[in-house]
Structure formats: C-alpha cells, structure tokens
C-alpha cells in the first residue's frame, strides 16, 4: 500500500514537444505530491508539487495532473528543452510528516 | 542561504567495516531525513528526525542507525558494511516536519563497498 508506480522508465522527446510522465499511488493517507527533477551527480531538487484539493498546477513549462479518484498524477513538460534532460521522480508524503515514498524514475532525454 | 551539506562527498570502504556519514541541514532547518538510491532500489527512505528525536524509520536493518545533534546536524552510521549497501545517500532538511514543500536534498554521499 505504500508503493508508487511510475511510467515510462524512460522517454525521449524532441526539442519542443511535450514530455509525459504518470505515477500512481495506493496509500489513500498520501495529501502531498511533489515531481523531483535530478542530474547526475546531483541530489533531488524539487520541481513543482500539488495537493490533493486542485486537481492540476501549472509552473512555467511544468505541469501537474491529478486525478483523485484514480489516485494517479502526472508531470506535462511543455515546449521540452534539451536543458531538460535528467532523471524524474515522482513522490508521495502523508499529512504532518517528511517521509517521501518514490516512485522509480523516469530518464528523460529531450533531442534537438 | 547555503544549502544542505553532507560529508564526506565519496568515500570507499570494506566490507565488514562501518562508515559514519554527516549532513548539516540549511539554516534554521530542524527537520533532517536520509534516504538511499540504489539502480535497483532507487530512492528509499531511511529515517526522519527532528528535535533529535526520531519521529519515523524505513525498513532497514538495524545496521542502519542515525541521530540529531542539538545544533539539528544529523549523522547516519551503517555498521557491518555489505557490498549492497552501496549507494547515494541522501540527506534533506525542512523547517519542520510537514513541510514538504520547503525540503531540500543535499548532493549525497557516494559510498562504494569494496
């Protein structure tokens, strides 16, 4: 009950076009789901999050799908850069707490 | 504002041995949780602590073991060293606990089991 499935493991999109990545969780307990962004060598570094009572988030090129009833969110990057190429993780983190429960990465790389 | 620090960077042990890893949380951070990531396991949660209490443990054995010092620096220790436990470990501090969206990761410590 406390995994987090996440897919694809790994994607390439060209230069411009949009990057999707789905995760779905089982913990009914999760009420925060935050996207990580990570280059090699480097730790996670948050990328944009969502709470349970919208349903999506927008951030720059970045945006957040959630569906609540389908306990599954998703990560849009739109107009995907090759800057953007790197490891994605999606999270789950129950209310009052830190812990975080990743999902398994999905290696973007984005092509001229 | 600096940002998380952890040492040492890379370190190289043996099996067998045991390998203490610290992890300086951003200032005025009191909350301090670890995490391994591994190519097979990935990221996983270790423990969370604050106010050096410990307020939450994954599933590791008990080789794994930490604690918080009052300055709210962390310190992990693994013991027995196996060639598994080879990996990024990984610190992040918040404010407080609950605040997820003001937690941070630091670089990591490489570690590699010889």
């Known amino acids: 009950q406390q995994q987090v499935k996440q897919s694809p493991q790994s994607l390439i999109v060209q230069k411009g076009g949009i990057s999707i990545i789905n995760c779905a969780y089982e913990n009914t307990a999760f009420d925060y789901f935050p996207w990580y962004q990570q280059f090699p060598g480097k730790g996670p570094a948050l990328l944009i999050a969502?709470?349970?009572?919208?349903s999506e988030k927008k951030e720059g090129r970045f945006t957040i799908s959630f569906n609540k009833s389908a306990k599954q969110f998703s990560l849009h990057i739109m107009d995907s850069q090759p800057g953007d190429s790197a490891t994605y993780f999606c999270a789950a983190s129950p209310t009052g707490g830190n812990k975080l429960t990743f999902g398994t990465g999905t290696q973007l790389k984005v092509e001229l | 504002k600096a940002g998380v620090t952890q040492t040492p960077r890379y370190l190289i042990k043996t099996r067998g041995q045991q390998v203490t890893l610290s992890c300086s949380p951003i200032?005025?951070?009191?909350?301090v949780s670890w995490y391994q990531q591994t190519p097979g396991q990935g990221l996983q949660f270790l423990f969370e602590?604050?106010?050096?209490?410990?307020?939450n443990k994954g599933n590791f054995p008990g080789r794994f073991s930490g604690r918080q010092f009052s300055n709210s620096r962390s310190e992990m220790n693994v013991s027995t060293l196996e060639l598994g436990d080879s990996a990024l470990y990984l610190c992040?501090?918040?404010?407080?606990?609950?605040?997820?969206?003001?937690?941070?990761f630091g670089p990591g410590t490489r570690l590699l089991v010889l």
């Open positions: 992040a501090s918040s404010p407080q606990p609950g605040q997820q969206e003001t937690q941070y």
């Open positions: 969502i709470r349970p009572d919208v």
């Open positions: 602590y604050f106010s050096e209490t410990q307020r």
């Open positions: 200032s005025g951070h009191r909350s």
